[in-house]
């Protein structure tokens, strides 16, 4: 399959090859000609499947055809970095067209935004919070949307954002095309499917799977042993850039103080960092200033990082999805990537989930060399009882809310 098979107009096809892409991805041949014809489309796919493209291009044709200035795509993702890179893509992809695109996300200035609204532009690219700022100071018209996309669509309710999401469709037209683009599929977003899609068409990709590229290990090792041994492993092994997950926001920090220590230029990513400390420590990593960045999951999510050769799960993922996610973002469009995660005994149960997902064992290693019976070292105290666990704020099917929890959250990424 070629992408001169979709037949885009000659100013998105331009778009494509300055882009680099020489053909399409699956998610994309199975994507785009539906949506080219209008259909309202369901994808199931995880980030680093090409789905951006696979709705943008589609949006940048049809947006080629009729008015200007005045906003006809609308696209609704869970986080700031989400949305920034969704808004690259599209810019990047539309950059012979002519349309614009905006980002609306919270934690910076109303005011340019409105005044870039104001302007007129046809592609807004939305978090859910400042959107609804935006819809009750009458500073976005949505009057006229053609197109609505709903990418990382399980991110969304997993953050608490429905309700917002519901209440922003009550402004769109209801004669509208509708994507949804979602890793997962629990009952919730199945049920905010037949509600907002009429006769969806599906694609999937990989879904319960990981990219085939993604060579797996796990390293059995003692809680207080973990940082030593992750400083043998970087050491010993030959990494591009490397993303560390861990459980706790301040777990993440005090892991990135400690590979800064050990001479590693580390950064960490943290919930609760200010949007411009946020987006230097992205643009950090992503240009190679930084060679290790230590996130949360709900920090990670979202990031783009096609350079990624190897995610570690400093603390193994509480889910089998959020196993999926991180290693997401290695091993994209087409390169290799390893991810490896440090297991206690208390993991086993977590191991066998991811196993059966996978649908093969995963390979156990040891370092040879390393001293697995050392006492734990005073400096790391710190991590030698496992992390707290970690409160959901929503959990599929709704069984366990956890109070504030999904409030602050929302506050953080509005
Ligand atoms: P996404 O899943 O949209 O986050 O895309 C993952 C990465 O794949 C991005 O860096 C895209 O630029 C890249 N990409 C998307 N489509 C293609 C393609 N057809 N060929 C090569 N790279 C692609």
């Not at 683009?181 to 319960?208: C, H, N, Y």
């Not at 490397?242 to 301040?250: A, G, N, P, S």
């Not at 959901?392 to 953080?412: I, N, Y």
């Amino acid at each position: 399959m070629e992408f001169e098979n979709f037949q885009l107009h000659p100013l998105v096809a331009s778009g494509v090859k300055a882009a680099g892409y020489n053909a399409p991805t699956p998610v994309q041949v199975q994507a785009i000609p539906p949506v080219l014809h209008g259909r309202d489309v369901m994808g199931l796919a995880q980030t680093g499947t090409g789905k951006t493209a696979a709705f943008a291009l589609p949006i940048l044709h049809r947006l080629m055809q009729g008015g200007r200035r005045h906003v006809r795509a609308l696209v609704i993702a869970p986080t700031r970095e989400l949305a920034e890179q969704i808004h690259e893509a599209i810019t990047g992809l539309g950059q012979k067209t002519g349309l614009r695109s905006v980002t609306v996300y919270g934690g910076v200035a109303m005011n340019p935004q409105v005044e870039k609204l104001r302007r007129g532009v046809e592609i807004v690219v939305a978090c859910p919070g400042r959107l609804l700022d935006h819809i009750e100071h009458k500073t976005v018209d949505l009057s006229r949307i053609e197109v609505l996309v709903l990418d990382e669509a399980d991110h969304m309710f997993d953050m608490g954002f429905l309700p917002d999401i519901r209440r922003i469709l009550s402004h769109l037209p209801r004669k509208r095309q509708t994507l949804l683009f979602s890793a997962t599929m629990p009952e919730e977003i199945r049920r905010l499917a037949r509600d907002v899609m009429s006769a969806p068409v599906t694609v999937q990709v990989g879904t319960t799977a990981p990219a085939v590229t993604v060579s797996h290990a796990l390293y059995p090792v003692s809680q207080h042993l973990k940082t030593p041994l992750l400083i043998d492993l970087l050491r010993r092994t030959d990494t591009g850039s490397v993303l560390i997950f861990t459980r706790t926001k301040h777990r993440a920090k005090r892991l990135g103080e400690q590979l800064v220590k050990n001479g590693y230029r580390a950064a960490s990513l943290q919930g609760n960092l200010s949007q411009a400390r946020r987006q230097a420590a992205m643009k950090g990593f992503r240009n190679g200033t930084f060679q290790v960045m230590v996130a949360t999951d709900i920090a990670a999510r979202g990031i783009d990082v096609t350079q990624v050769s190897h995610v570690i799960n400093y603390d193994i993922p509480d889910t089998t999805d959020a196993y999926i996610h991180r290693i997401g973002r290695t091993g994209r469009a087409a390169r290799s990537g390893d991810a490896y995660t440090l297991v206690t005994g208390e993991d086993s149960d977590m191991v066998r989930a991811i196993e059966r997902i996978l649908g093969s064992p995963i390979e156990r290693r040891r370092m040879d060399g390393f001293d697995y019976s050392a006492p734990a070292p005073r400096q790391a105290m710190e991590f030698s009882r496992p992390p707290r666990p970690f409160i959901q704020p929503h959990r599929k099917g709704g069984q366990k809310k956890a109070g504030g929890t999904a409030r602050s959250l929302r506050a953080t990424f509005r």
